[in-house]
């Protein structure tokens, strides 16, 4: 691509440093911004955290490794439901339809070549079928089953964490070209998350704003409130 003069100017340069910028960063900083919002609206949800986060820490000799930050299954939830509730699109799993003589689905719809097609991931994660009482954060909806105890099974915990993508759950993406950075990320964030809650205690000192569209694109709203103070 460089050797083409056009994708070397300054612009061409530019443009997708700026793709590469939002992907890394922006993206980061939206969902731990959400994170905060949702958790701190209950400080028992957050001293359930806090207890998890200790015991797997103390049975992982106080190493904040890649098998200690998997054990954290609440933390883990607390993430994934979050981003239930605030994913960044409204249609999510974008795809362009490139075989020459097109698609014909399963119901007989023909879809001719360069069709651009979606799923509505927002309607999705807010649908009362799905998830109940979609519109309600339950940070642990994730970590537990129908008798409000924490799974057991690692296969089955595997299904529910936060990366796993689904036809129900998609802020990733889902199948072949689902986000290859979010191992990365969710660790990260997770790590992220878990030393805000064990360094401070912090409390909103108003409602959270609203999210904010643009177009098809939600971000979180601008300037929360929060009094932060160091734990002793």
Not at 124 to 136: L, S
Request: with cysteine.
């Amino acid at each position: 691509m460089l050797d083409d003069p056009q994708h070397s100017q300054p612009y061409a340069l530019a443009r997708r440093l700026m793709i590469v910028n939002f992907s890394s960063i922006h993206t980061s900083s939206l969902v731990i911004m959400n994170a905060l919002n949702d958790i701190t609206k209950n400080p028992e949800h957050i001293d359930e955290l806090v207890r998890e986060i200790i015991e797997v820490l103390a049975h992982h000799g106080g190493c904040w490794s890649r098998g200690a930050v998997a054990d954290m299954t609440k933390l883990d939830s607390a993430m994934r439901e979050s981003q239930r509730l605030n994913n960044g699109n409204f249609i999510t799993v974008v795809r362009k339809v490139v075989r020459p003589d097109g698609i014909t689905t399963p119901t007989g719809l023909h879809l001719p070549y360069g069709t651009i097609l979606g799923v509505p991931g927002y309607g999705m994660h807010h649908d009362e079928d799905i998830y109940p009482n979609p519109n309600d954060y339950n940070p642990f909806r994730f970590s537990e089953i129908g008798d409000g105890q924490l799974e057991k099974s690692s296969g089955r915990r595997t299904r529910h964490s936060w990366v796993t993508t689904s036809p129900e759950y998609t802020p990733f993406g889902h199948g072949r070209y689902a986000c290859p950075g979010r191992f990365f990320a969710s660790t990260k964030l997770k790590i992220l998350l878990a030393y805000l809650i064990l360094s401070y205690d912090i409390l909103p000192l108003a409602p959270p704003p609203q999210n904010l569209w643009r177009v098809a694109s939600q971000v979180a709203g601008l300037k929360p409130r929060f009094r932060v103070r160091r734990k002793k």
